[in-house]
């Protein structure tokens, strides 16, 4: 079974963003989107990977456009938004599918049968925490916020 290492992804510029780069660190995969109820959740994710980045954790964003239609603009219009109303400075990669035919093979290894935790995304902002040896430790609920303890508390342990 691959690892999250064995991926690569284009980040939010077009170029191949290898994750193979963030081996050793533990890496926070969310998925998206600008127009969604759940955006304001940029806010505590920037704020998480502010406080906890030396300390070996990355979060990369996933822009996608699969619920609602939340995320329609381009990736410049996405980095944009981003950059100018929540300072995000974690890597975004262009956008991708997390379900359906066309989903990203990174996705089919979280969410695909024999992933540890099979099943749809449900929505934008649902995370994945991946150990730093690249191995799916947790998967999390879109309403899950970045500032829930519960959720902190997993994310320190894993540092």
């Given at each position: 079974?691959?690892?999250?290492?064995?991926?690569?992804?284009?980040?939010?510029?077009?170029?191949?963003?290898?994750?193979?780069?963030?081996?050793?660190?533990?890496?926070?995969?969310?998925?998206?989107?600008?127009?969604?109820?759940?955006?304001?959740?940029?806010?505590?994710?920037?704020?998480?990977?502010?406080?906890?980045?030396?300390?070996?954790?990355?979060?990369?964003?996933?822009?996608?456009?699969?619920?609602?239609?939340?995320?329609?603009?381009?990736?410049?219009?996405?980095?944009?938004?981003?950059?100018?109303?929540?300072?995000?400075?974690?890597?975004?990669?262009?956008?991708?599918?997390?379900?359906?035919?066309?989903?990203?093979?990174?996705?089919?290894?979280?969410?695909?049968?024999?992933?540890?935790?099979?099943?749809?995304?449900?929505?934008?902002?649902?995370?994945?925490?991946?150990?730093?040896?690249?191995?799916?430790?947790?998967?999390?609920?879109?309403?899950v916020?970045?500032?829930?303890?519960?959720f902190?508390?997993?994310?320190?342990?894993?540092?």
């Amino acid at each position: 079974m691959k690892n999250l290492y064995d991926f690569k992804i284009n980040d939010i510029n077009g170029q191949d963003m290898p994750l193979g780069q963030f081996e050793g660190k533990t890496v926070l995969l969310v998925n998206v989107a600008s127009k969604c109820g759940l955006t304001p959740q940029y806010k505590g994710l920037q704020a998480l990977y502010d406080e906890y980045k030396d300390r070996g954790l990355v979060v990369v964003g996933l822009p996608c456009n699969q619920f609602g239609g939340q995320e329609p603009g381009s990736e410049e219009e996405i980095q944009s938004f981003c950059e100018n109303k929540y300072s995000v400075t974690f890597p975004l990669t262009s956008k991708i599918n997390v379900n359906g035919d066309n989903r990203h093979s990174l996705y089919q290894w979280l969410v695909g049968d024999e992933a540890k935790f099979p099943g749809d995304i449900k929505w934008n902002f649902e995370k994945f925490l991946i150990s730093s040896a690249g191995d799916v430790l947790h998967r999390f609920e879109p309403t899950v916020t970045p500032g829930d303890e519960a959720f902190l508390k997993v994310i320190q342990s894993s540092l």
